[in-house]
C-alpha cells in the first residue's frame, strides 16, 4: 500500500498518460501481493498437506514408509531334515486319504450286494431250509418281515425274523456255515473270533430262544434292544469281510 502511495504521489507531477499507467502498474502489483498472501492464509490451515511447511511458508520433502512384507523365514524348508519330514507328513495324509476312500468303497459295494441278495427269494430258499422254526412262515425279505411285525407291535414274531435274518446275512458273507441240524451255540462259536459281532447276535440269539422255546412274551422294550443294535450288525459283517 505504501508503494501505491508512493506511486500516486509522483503521478501528481507526471502528464496524466504515464500517470495513468503508474497507477495501473502499481494496482496489479498490489492483487498479486494479495494473491499470494491468501494462498499461503489457505496453506497454513490445512496444516496436514504433508509436503507443506506452514511455519517457513514453504515446501518440505515428502518421506515415503516401505510396503509392509510379511517378516517369514522359510530357510527351514530348505534343511534336508525337514524336507524328510514334510515329505513323510505328505505321505501319511495321502495314505489316510486313501485307506478311507477305500473303506467307503468297500462298505459300498457290500451293502448293495446285500440290497441285491435280499431281493433274491430262492437264495432266501436255499438257507432257510436249514432253519427249522422258519418252516410255517414267510421266507421271503426276512428283514422286512422283522419290519412289519415290529411295526405292528407283534415283537415275538419280529424277533424270530430279525434272528433269522441275521444267520443268513452271516451264511452269505461265509461267517458262518447254515446246515440242517446245527445248533444256534454252534453258529455263535463260529463267530467267537469276531467278539464284537458274536456280542450282538448273542443278545440276539438270548432274546429269540425265550421267546420261541421258553414261550415268554416279549415286549416293545425287549425287542428294540436287539432292533437298534442292526446297523452295528451289518457294519461288523461288512468289516469283516474287507480283505486283509
Keep these: 500500500m505504501n508503494e501505491v502511495k508512493s506511486n500516486l504521489l509522483t503521478s501528481v507531477s507526471m502528464p496524466w498518460p504515464g500517470a495513468l499507467l503508474l497507477i495501473a502498474s502499481s494496482s496489479a502489483k498490489a492483487a498479486d501481493d494479495a494473491s499470494i498472501s491468501s494462498a499461503g492464509d489457505a496453506l497454513r490451515e490445512r496444516m496436514q498437506i504433508p509436503w507443506y ?8 520433502p515428502v518421506t515415503l514408509s516401505e510396503p509392509w512384507r510379511p517378516n517369514v523365514d522359510l530357510s527351514w524348508l530348505a534343511q534336508p ?7 513323510i507328513a505328505v505321505v501319511l495324509i495321502l495314505l489316510l486319504v486313501w485307506m478311507i476312500v477305500r473303506v467307503v468303497r468297500q462298505r459300498e459295494r457290500g451293502r448293495a450286494e446285500r440290497n441285491r441278495r435280499r431281493g ?10 436249514a432253519l427249522p422254526f422258519l418252516r410255517d412262515r414267510s421266507q421271503h425279505d426276512l428283514l422286512g418281515q422283522a419290519r412289519y411285525h415290529y411295526e405292528q407291535g407283534n415283537y415275538s414274531e419280529a424277533i424270530i425274523y430279525l434272528f433269522s435274518y441275521e444267520l443268513v446275512e452271516l451264511d452269505r458273507s461265509t461267517l458262518v456255515r447254515l446246515a440242517k441240524g446245527k445248533t444256534n451255540r454252534q453258529y455263535l462259536r463260529e463267530t467267537g473270533r469276531m467278539r464284537p459281532l458274536a456280542a450282538v447276535l448273542e443278545q440276539t440269539m438270548i432274546t429269540f430262544e425265550e421267546v420261541f422255546f421258553g414261550r415268554r412274551p416279549l415286549d ?11 446297523d452295528q450288525f451289518e457294519t461288523l459283517v461288512s468289516q469283516a469281510q474287507v480283505p486283509a
Design 220 to 230: 416293545r422294550e425287549g425287542f428294540e434292544a436287539c432292533w437298534n443294535q442292526l
Design 81 to 87: 531334515l525337514n524336507a524328510v519330514l514334510i515329505t
Design 53 to 60: 511447511n506452514a511455519e517457513s511458508d514453504s515446501l518440505q
Design 120 to 129: 433274491d427269494p430262492l437264495a432266501t430258499a436255499d438257507r432257510v431250509e
